[in-house]
Structures are given as C-alpha cells and as structure tokens.
C-alpha cells in the first residue's frame, strides 16, 4: 500500500467510527429521553459532586545538581521527572473511575492487599519517592535530634553500628526495592521491601511494618549510571546527603 492509499483508507476508517459515534450518541440521547425532561439531561445531583484530585508529581526542594558529587543531576533529573512522574500517572490511570479514587495514598497502603497491582506498584512508587526526595539535602552534616540519636543508640549500639546494619539490609535485598528504618512500638527496626512495597502497606505488617522514618531506593535506575553496579557506594553516598533533621522530626512526630 503506497502513502496516498494508505491515507484514504485511514480517512475513510476514521470517517466510519466517527458516523458510528455519532449513530450511539443518538441512540443514547433517544433513549434517555421523556417528556419530562426532553433534552435528556442529567437529572441528580451527581455532577455536582467534586471531582477527586489526581496526585501530582511534587516538585524537588532543591535543583538536580544541588546533591553533586553524591547523587549526580542526571540519575536525579530522570529519576524524579521520568520514573516518579510515571508512578503518578499510572496510579492516577489505574484509580481512575474506582472507588478508590479520591483515597489518600496512606488510606491506599492502608487496604493494599485488597487492590490491583498497578495501585501496589504505583500508589507505593508515588510515596516512596516522594518521601524520598524530602530525605535528601544538599546541607551537609544535618545530625540526629538527641531522642533520635538515643533511640539509634539503644537499637544498634552506636550509629556506626546503625549504619552498617542499613547498608547489611540495603545490599542483601535481591533485585529492586527499599531499606528502611522505622519507628515500631518496640523500638527502631531495620528492614527491606521488594518492588516499591512500603512499611505503610499491610501486606508488610509482618516483615517490615512501622513508621517510616527513612528509606533508600535500592533500585539500580536510583545509582547506575553513577555507580553501575557499585551499589555499596552508593548506599555510602547516601549518608552525606541525608537530611536527618527531617528523620528527626518524623521520629518527634510520628504515629
Ligand atoms: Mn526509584
């Protein structure tokens, strides 16, 4: 088929479907119509009612190059603006004309078991990152609050002891997912989730649940082109970028 058939037959198909459109539309404004209401408008309160947000990519608190030489602009400008972005509009597609739509991504993680998998994987991609970005700083030498740093001390022996406990869970989780620290009511605990599961979902209550005072991406798209397949430097990077008066102030003020 040359270019200008090929057109004619796209044209006449796209006439075709539009004279079908137009033979349902009919059919349907036909059919709700009655005297009552001739113009088959919609009759309840229905449309009134707000749409439910879509979330949104937040944006980044400081500049992509902001975290350089630790986490360079490049695996920060592709992460942030192409998979975080895809994480929103596929949650986003996947709520749309649920019943879930509108929920908060807290009441999601909440009932997770319960949802597709695109809501899993999308709804915890969407709040990962976006607690992730909020952990990172380009400020160096932020320090732990002195209840967070006694907590530390009481759960790992010092924050030596902490940090290579992190890195131990942060290395030794197989394929793609997250270390965490969280807040639990026996103390602070380390652990790791697979994909972009989290501490908030209840699929994690045994293996990983708690509070989330931090995490760290351990998934290769957050450190290969920096640090291919180096992923303990990256893990050792993460320490001079991490914002610990924001853990703290998870730690304060946390559930
Ligand atoms: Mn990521």
């Known amino acids: 088929m040359n270019r200008r058939k090929w057109l004619k037959?796209?044209?006449?198909?796209?006439?075709?479907?539009?004279?079908?459109?137009?033979?349902?539309?009919?059919?349907?404004?036909?059919?709700d119509s009655d005297s009552a209401n001739p113009m088959g408008l919609a009759t309840?309160?229905?449309?009134?009612?707000?749409?439910?947000?879509?979330?949104?990519?937040?944006?980044?608190?400081?500049?992509?190059?902001?975290?350089?030489?630790?986490f360079d602009a490049m695996t920060m400008e592709i992460h942030h603006s192409k998979h975080h972005a895809a994480y929103v509009n596929n949650l986003n597609a996947a709520l749309l004309g649920t019943p879930n739509e509108g929920k908060s991504?807290?009441?999601?993680?909440?009932?997770?078991?319960?949802?597709?998998a695109a809501v899993r994987n999308n709804g915890g991609g969407h709040f990962n990152h976006s607690l992730f970005w909020t952990l990172l700083t380009p400020q160096a030498g932020t320090k732990p609050s002195a209840s967070l740093e006694a907590a530390i001390t009481e759960a790992f022996g010092?924050?030596?002891?902490?940090?290579?406990?992190?890195?131990?869970?942060?290395m030794s989780r197989f394929g793609s997912g997250w270390a965490w620290l969280c807040r639990t009511e026996n103390g602070l605990k380390i652990c790791s989730t697979a994909n972009q599961d989290n501490p908030l979902m209840d699929t994690e209550k045994a293996n990983c649940g708690g509070y989330p005072l931090l995490g760290l991406d351990v998934w290769e798209h957050s450190y290969y082109l920096k640090y291919q397949n180096r992923r303990a430097d990256y893990v050792t990077a993460f320490w001079n970028v991490l914002n610990w008066e924001l853990v703290s102030d998870r730690y304060e003020s946390g559930q």
């Not at 749409?51 to 190059?65: G, I, S, T, V």
């Not at 999601?108 to 078991?113: C, P, Q, T």
């Open 44 to 70: 309840s309160s229905e449309h009134l009612k707000p749409k439910p947000m879509p979330f949104e990519l937040p944006a980044l608190p400081y500049a992509y190059n902001a975290l350089e030489p630790h």
């Open 105 to 116: 991504l807290e009441e999601l993680m909440a009932i997770v078991s319960t949802l597709p």
């Open 158 to 170: 010092n924050m030596d002891g902490f940090k290579e406990q992190f890195a131990k869970a942060a």
């Open 9 to 31: 037959a796209a044209g006449s198909y796209t006439a075709g479907l539009m004279a079908l459109g137009f033979s349902i539309r009919s059919f349907a404004q036909t059919a």
